[in-house]
């Protein structure tokens, strides 16, 4: 995308000033009986012209924009390294799959296409992020050495848009945003609702969470009372029939309300399916 901006502006001052000067002369003579005066008036004009100019100026700014579709894919990966350094030796022992959380303060980066290799990308295509043990912390910001509201974990699908299905978690019913807490996870808006891309798990969560939004259809979740995807699981798909009914207290359509009574009153961990459109038989939700 080009985008070019001309301006050209022009400004003329005249100013004219006129000075009037009047000279008398008086010629006295006198001959015999006869006395004869002249007087001669000499009148002197001044005219003064400044002029100020602008010169146009001409900025050119052009913004190089990528576009990639979300779509599913199997060979993405977290690729963990050592020395805090993305590009320091593999640790193949801490590597994840793609929708798994990675620890804090871990180094590594997201191998988006599975070729093992850190790409920095090419004319069509972004280069893959990377992180070191300190852009991969836990918070936001820092006041004083203390942190307030954490990020929630990396998932690689996420980061190379390896995704169809999305999640929104809200820890109000009908999918309304919740104040953040200190020391948990947020937004960088400060809620408590966290955003879950594709293929994920979260075996412990911050949150007691009571709705859950689908983007469309096809989609699903596994929510568990426990941590670890221990104690009372609710199986919840988007615009379908859900697997168990007694876990929603809302359903159908994009936003579903979770029966808190059902699980306790208690969400500690949570996995997310997804499917790729393009061999997903896809229905018009009701």
């Not at 891309?197 to 859950?212: C, H, I, N, P, R």
């Amino acid at each position: 995308t080009t985008t070019t901006t001309t301006t050209t502006t022009t400004t003329t001052t005249t100013t004219t000033t006129t000075s009037t000067t009047t000279s008398t002369v008086s010629t006295t003579s006198t001959t015999s009986t006869t006395s004869t005066m002249s007087t001669t008036t000499s009148t002197s004009t001044t005219s003064t012209t400044s002029t100020t100019s602008i010169t146009s100026t001409t900025s050119i700014t052009t913004t190089t924009t990528f576009t990639e579709t979300p779509h599913c894919s199997s060979a993405c990966m977290w690729q963990s390294t050592n020395d805090c350094d993305p590009y320091g030796p593999k640790n193949p022992e801490a590597s994840l799959k793609c929708g798994e959380t990675t620890c804090y303060h871990r180094s590594g980066f997201c191998d988006c296409n599975g070729n093992g290799v850190l790409d920095n990308g090419t004319n069509t295509t972004l280069p893959e992020p990377r992180y070191t043990c300190a852009s991969n912390q836990k918070y936001y910001t820092l006041t004083n050495g203390t942190g307030t509201f954490k990020k929630p974990p990396i998932t690689c699908n996420a980061k190379c848009r390896l995704y169809n299905c999305t999640y929104m978690l809200y820890t109000k019913a009908d999918c309304r945003d919740g104040d953040a807490e200190e020391g948990k996870w947020s937004t960088e808006e400060g809620t408590s609702t966290l955003a879950v891309y594709g293929w994920a798990t979260y075996f412990e969560l911050d949150y007691t969470y009571k709705s859950v939004m689908f983007n469309h259809v096809n989609c699903e979740i596994m929510m568990y009372s426990g941590g670890y995807f221990n104690g009372v699981k609710g199986t919840i798909r988007s615009f379908s029939q859900d697997l168990n009914p007694a876990s929603l207290t809302k359903g159908g359509g994009a936003c579903k309300n979770l029966n808190m009574t059902f699980f306790g009153n208690s969400t500690k961990s949570f996995e997310s399916l997804d499917t790729c459109i393009a061999t997903t038989t896809t229905t018009t939700p009701p």
